[in-house]
């Protein structure tokens, strides 16, 4: 098995992120949109399946804020190069510019991208996961919980 390691910063920035009025649906929504897109920006003929976890976790940003963590693994046609893909994808988040755009090598030597955005805590990471996958990582903008929701768990 093939993890992708990625230390990710919570919802504090500089400057100071906007408080948002997300619910923790609308976070996850929105993040699970996201991974869809990146997913589907993959050629299609390069594609044997999207397979979106319906369930994912909490993890705490602050002492009042959360952010949802989410995972989307994207199946390849075998002897696709999972490298030149994951850089295709690079390079197109690079041109529309709405991300900061950063790329590593991992602990298993794969390439590695992370999408960051500016002040609200959002962020994706994507590289190969198990061999001949994209694995999207997904960590929504910051919310806070309703009072007595219990942060454990799948949602």
Same mark, same amino acid.
């Given at each position: 098995?093939?993890?992708?390691?990625?230390?990710?910063?919570?919802?504090?920035?500089? @400057?100071?992120?906007?408080?948002? /009025?997300?619910?923790?649906?609308?976070?996850?929504?929105?993040?699970?949109?996201?991974? %869809?897109?990146? $997913?589907?920006?993959?050629?299609?003929? $390069?594609?044997? /399946?999207?397979?979106?976890?319906?369930?994912?976790?909490?993890?705490?940003?602050?002492?009042?804020?959360?952010?949802?963590?989410?995972?989307?693994?994207? #199946?390849?046609?075998?002897?696709?190069?999972?490298?030149?893909?994951?850089?295709?994808?690079?390079?197109?988040?690079?041109?529309?510019?709405?991300?900061?755009?950063?790329?590593?090598?991992?602990?298993?030597?794969?390439?590695? #991208?992370?999408?960051? /955005?500016?002040?609200?805590?959002?962020?994706?990471?994507?590289?190969?996961? $198990? @061999?001949?996958?994209?694995?999207?990582?997904?960590?929504?903008?910051?919310?806070? %919980? @309703?009072?007595?929701?219990? @942060?454990?768990?799948?949602?």
């Amino acid at each position: 098995m093939v993890a992708l390691v990625v230390v990710v910063t919570g919802c504090s920035a500089e @400057p100071e992120p906007v408080e948002s /009025s997300l619910s923790w649906e609308q976070a996850k929504a929105m993040a699970q949109a996201m991974e %869809l897109r990146i $997913a589907r920006l993959v050629p299609a003929d $390069a594609v044997l /399946s999207i397979d979106q976890n319906e369930k994912g976790g909490f993890f705490s940003s602050d002492e009042t804020r959360h952010r949802w963590k989410g995972i989307t693994n994207v #199946v390849l046609v075998r002897g696709t190069n999972v490298e030149a893909v994951t850089k295709q994808l690079e390079k197109q988040f690079l041109e529309e510019g709405d991300f900061d755009v950063t790329n590593h090598r991992g602990i298993t030597d794969k390439y590695v #991208v992370t999408l960051k /955005s500016e002040g609200k805590g959002e962020d994706y990471l994507f590289g190969e996961g $198990a @061999p001949g996958t994209i694995l999207i990582d997904s960590w929504s903008e910051c919310f806070t %919980l @309703p009072e007595g929701t219990y @942060p454990g768990g799948d949602f």
